[in-house]
């Protein structure tokens, strides 16, 4: 897991935070100007997509059988306009012979016409449905796009989206130039590829933001690791100091000091770690500082088993005559306890460390995936689980949330079976 977290990433052709979009055709319209500007709006909320301005005298416009719209000049000249980029492609074929053909049927069998400047859907040729009555006059007739809504334009150079069902506007367009026509058809729009299956170019496949999964599990293991470590440290740092303190100089202060270890005892982690993540929010602390708070305080909350080791060995060793014997040089007690105590320790300790960073990364884990770790957009394993909270994610996208899972379990295994060959290696019992 080191070699997959810490050096997979400069191996990996993907960044941390890049997001993957797929290009696909959407419901979409053209206005033709009479100053031959072209202006590609979205049919769906009528957001401009991209303008164009060619150099010749615009007589039709229809849209090919890719996608591209075919241009055709008052000269007989023909051109291919990418839908995506909206520029002049020599490189798309110039299919005119197959354009895409519209559906003219109105929907519900209505029959949509045009009067006097207004439009009216009436059914069976006598009931009215509906009618759009707009503040300018309405000058085009009216074309619909593959989604069957309605595409108009008036004197005033305004082009309107209409529901065709009920007659209401969907979204209007205030065009800068004289409109001569408008061409309905598919556009080029990039969206998110999100929740992809594995395949060739995502071996994981992307999670709900369109991020390579495989890419995000090693930036996630760096994260998940190196709380582990860090914490751990902290632990080690406190629970051997006080332990040793404690060990060593016995009466009021071993007292002291015990009765500490049974308050931190006491302390709930999940409650306390809830309510450290409300005062952060509260605070606006960014996300990348959380994961420092998280790990302090993690380590704060880990050392009192560590600091009883410590003092129960401590106070074992104290009685041994190499003890006695190292009294007797007058040394300080400070230096006594680190050159002398704490070096017959470290076995345990090791031991106690290797064991508890299983530990430290499960509760890492838990309290991203509650939502008091870190935050998007940094990756750890605890976070990328979260996402089994989305059903969906949960049911039809394993391959989401069960690497991340899998990794945890592996790592903490691995943790604890080296925990377990220590313990027994430096066991004097487990060599007869």
């Known amino acids: 897991m080191f070699l997959f977290s810490f050096i997979g990433p400069f191996f990996s052709p993907y960044g941390e935070y890049e997001m993957f979009y797929i290009d696909e055709f959407n419901s979409g319209v053209y206005i033709i100007g009479e100053n031959n500007k072209i202006t590609a709006l979205n049919g769906g909320d009528g957001g401009v997509r991209w303008f164009l301005e060619l150099p010749k005298d615009i ?19 023909v051109v291919a306009i990418n839908p995506k980029t909206g520029l002049i492609d020599k490189d798309l074929s110039i299919n005119i012979e197959n354009p895409i053909e519209f559906n003219r049927d109105w929907p519900d069998e209505l029959d949509i016409t045009l009067e006097s400047g207004e439009l009216y859907a009436t059914k069976g040729g006598t009931i009215q449905k509906w009618s759009f009555i707009h503040t300018s006059k309405i000058v085009s007739e009216p074309v619909q796009d593959d989604s069957r809504n309605l595409f108009v334009y008036s004197d005033t150079d305004e082009l309107m989206s209409i529901n065709p069902v009920r007659g209401f506007s969907r979204w209007e367009y205030q065009s800068n130039d004289k409109i001569k026509f408008i061409v309905n058809g598919p556009q080029m729009a990039r969206t998110l590829a999100t929740k992809m299956l594995p395949n060739k170019k995502h071996i994981l496949g992307t999670d709900r933001l369109g991020l390579d999964v495989l890419t995000r599990l090693m930036y996630g293991g760096r994260i998940s690791l190196m709380v582990g470590f860090v914490v751990i440290i902290i632990s080690l740092t406190l629970g051997v100091f006080l332990g040793g303190v404690a060990g060593y100089y ?51 909350l880990g050392w009192p088993y560590i600091a009883r080791v410590v003092r129960g060995q401590i106070l074992s060793l104290r009685e041994q005559e190499f003890i006695t014997a190292v009294e007797a040089t007058g040394i300080k007690p400070m230096r006594k306890i680190y050159k002398h105590l704490i070096p017959n320790v470290m076995p345990q300790l090791i031991v106690i460390a290797t064991l508890s960073i299983g530990s430290v990364i499960l509760t890492e884990s838990a309290l991203s995936y509650l939502g008091m770790g870190l935050a998007f957009p940094y990756a750890s394993w605890g976070n990328m689980v979260e996402a089994v909270n989305d059903p969906e994610v949960l049911r039809g996208y394993t391959n989401i949330w069960f690497p991340p899972g899998l990794c945890i379990l592996l790592t903490v295994l691995s943790f604890n079976f080296i925990g377990d060959g220590l313990r027994d290696a430096f066991d004097p019992k487990m060599k007869r």
């Open 59 to 77: 007589s039709k416009g229809q849209t090919a059988s890719d996608g591209s719209l075919i241009v055709t000049y008052s000269d007989g000249e």
């Open 250 to 300: 016995r009466s009021w202060i071993d007292v002291l000091i015990m009765r500490i270890v049974d308050v931190f005892n006491c302390i709930p982690t999940i409650p306390i770690m809830l309510i450290i993540s409300s005062v952060m929010i509260s605070l606006n602390v960014v996300p990348q500082q959380k994961i420092y708070v998280l790990m302090f305080f993690l380590g704060a």
